[in-house]
């Protein structure tokens, strides 16, 4: 696959390949990369999209804000040209309803498959449905100009687009709670202090430093990453019994391959 190689641009999302590393890119600046059931479908389509050569997902937003969150007019009875409103929606059936908020989380679920790593590049403001999409990666980096905040709460709604698991993963249940509760704004020092950041740098390390963390993680070999990864992300469900017979599993089939004895 040639260098650079765009394989989707419309709706404020925009994929372009680059051999093992795929960039995902928001690029409605002049909205700050407001939120929309368009955008979070063409998110999902960048993820059917990847090619199997591709190890590392960076998701960065153009712009000084990374994502302001859901666009306002999703509240209007308008809404957006050829969507239902938002009120139109909570005039359905509950499964219709269900339905719909489902399609719209497939844009956040595929950001955390086995195969890959995803790193968010978050700079500005990370608002809301922006909070729960950076939440949605594995990794994020951030500059010293983050401000996340999760303001569905107090708009009378709660995180629906798959925000909740991560958050409570990283800051454990009574802090995600609190930001939840009052919207207030996280920063960059406490993001990295509290597991919301992995990497918070200056502005100008920021692209220097997201473009190190690719080239490390491209560094391990692919299949023993992929093994790690289904490790540690199945661990919070295992017992510590469970965790060792699946850490003898993983080893023994990194063995057997390196041995050239895999089936």
Known sequence: ???FDSLLDKDGVRLT????IATVTLTNPAKRNAQSPALWRALAEAG??????VRVVVLRAEGKSFSAGLDRRAFTPEGFDGEPSFIDLARGSDAELDAAIAEYQEGFTWWR???????????????GAGFQLALACDLRVVADDVQFAMRETGLGLVPDLTGTHPLVG???????????ATGRFVHAEEAQRAGLANIAVPADQFDATVTELAAALLAAPR???????ALLQGAAGRTYEE??????GAQARRLRDLAGLSD
Do not use: W
């Not at 059917?48 to 050569?53: A, D, E, K, Q």
């Open 1 to 3: 696959m040639a260098s």
């Open 17 to 20: 390949v680059d051999d093992a």
């Open 48 to 53: 059917r999209l990847l090619p199997g050569t």
């Open 113 to 127: 498959r086995s195969d890959i790593v995803s790193v968010a590049a978050v700079q500005g403001h990370a608002i």
């Open 170 to 180: 990283l800051v454990g249940y009574a802090r995600a709670l609190e930001i939840c």
């Open 223 to 229: 299949d023993a990453l992929i093994e790690t990864k």
């Open 243 to 248: 965790q060792r017979a699946a850490e003898r």
